[in-house]
């Protein structure tokens, strides 16, 4: 399963592409960054949305982005990131 985001990391506010079968439990993703780079990944239900946790990588311009977890929730607009979510244990 990909999901596409708009930028080449990210943040809250991001815009992201999910397919139209969303997991009803936690499944291994690829992420596709928009400059290029693809990263490993983690898609989970959560009471809010969805918990996307993007592994540790570098962006095609080298920059060195840390294991992070991203709430993902839908607008009028589709999906976004909507909050940097405490990393699990």
Do not use: N
């Not at 962006?59 to 699990?88: E, H, N, Q």
Request: charged share 20%; with cysteine; net charge neutral.
């Amino acid at each position: 399963m990909q999901i596409f985001l708009g930028d080449s990391h990210a943040y809250p506010g991001c815009r992201a592409t999910l397919p139209g079968d969303l997991p009803a439990a936690g499944t291994d993703v690829v992420i596709c960054l928009a400059d290029g780079i693809e990263v490993p990944g983690r898609l989970s239900p959560c009471p809010e949305g969805f918990r996307l946790e993007i592994a540790s990588h570098r962006t095609a311009a080298g920059t060195s982005i840390a294991r992070k977890s991203w709430l993902l929730g839908r607008d009028d607009a589709g999906w976004k990131i909507k909050a940097r979510l405490a990393d699990p244990a």
